[in-house]
């Protein structure tokens, strides 16, 4: 079945860096790889989303680039503010259902 | 325009109880996926089930849990006989379609401890 690592398990940047996180998936006919931000106590929140046959996508200061023939992806955070600071997760669609990364915390210092 | 709910938001339990926990689908959403997470980690699929029908349950524990999704009414995820690892916050999902592709819209989950 599909499995996905993420690196790094923690993050720490200060307000208005950049924050990159990475995932490698290991079915290849994965397609489908959503990125989801949980704050405490509370259910993960999908944040942006990308399919097979696209390799980039932006939503202002959230994108996501998938390179298929690595099989690994990452998420791009510009212009970090505290709020920002969760644990975010990367998943891949294996067999009909999500399969989920390990988590990353980032902590986004003022 | 309610999203999923779950309820109980928290769940005491003693060893050796039952468990149950609900969980209502967003509005037109016929697809639900039940998640267990424990501390510091990540989200461990346990069961996907469409209306009246369990698709894949490769991650439940072949003892003690189970799960439905009934005509009427909210999934249930039902733990037997609890035990201390047990333990976890255990999330709800759903999806208007079939998991490939299609998001995953998730609940603020059931604190499940177990004393």
């Known amino acids: 079945g599909e499995n996905v690592e993420q690196h790094p398990s923690t993050l720490s940047v200060q307000e208005g860096d950049s924050a990159v996180i990475k995932c490698t998936y290991s079915d290849s006919a994965s397609n489908y790889f959503p990125w989801y931000k949980q704050e405490l106590g509370k259910g993960p929140q999908l944040i942006i989303d990308i399919r097979s046959n696209v390799g980039e996508k932006k939503d202002q200061r959230i994108a996501v680039t998938l390179n298929k023939t690595a099989k690994h992806f990452s998420l791009h955070i510009t212009e970090t503010q505290p709020e920002d600071s969760a644990v975010y997760f990367c998943?891949?669609?294996?067999?009909?259902?999500?399969?989920f990364g390990t988590g990353t915390r980032l902590l986004v210092s003022p | 325009n309610a999203g999923v709910m779950q309820n109980p938001r928290h769940l005491v339990r003693r060893r050796g109880q039952e468990a149950r926990l609900r969980c209502s689908p967003m509005k037109g959403h016929s697809h639900v996926y039940w998640y267990r997470q424990l501390p510091e980690e990540g989200l461990k699929f346990m069961v996907y089930l469409q209306k009246e029908n369990i698709i894949d349950e490769s991650g439940m524990p072949k003892e003690r849990f189970s799960a439905e999704f009934p005509k009427e009414g909210p999934s249930i995820l039902r733990i037997q006989q609890v035990v201390r690892g047990d333990s976890a916050a255990y999330f709800c999902?759903?999806?208007?379609?079939?998991?490939?592709?299609?998001?995953?819209?998730f609940g603020n989950g059931t604190r499940l401890t177990v004393t």
């Open positions: 998943a891949a669609v294996g067999f009909q259902k999500l399969v």
């Open positions: 999902a759903s999806s208007p379609e079939r998991g490939n592709g299609s998001p995953l819209h």
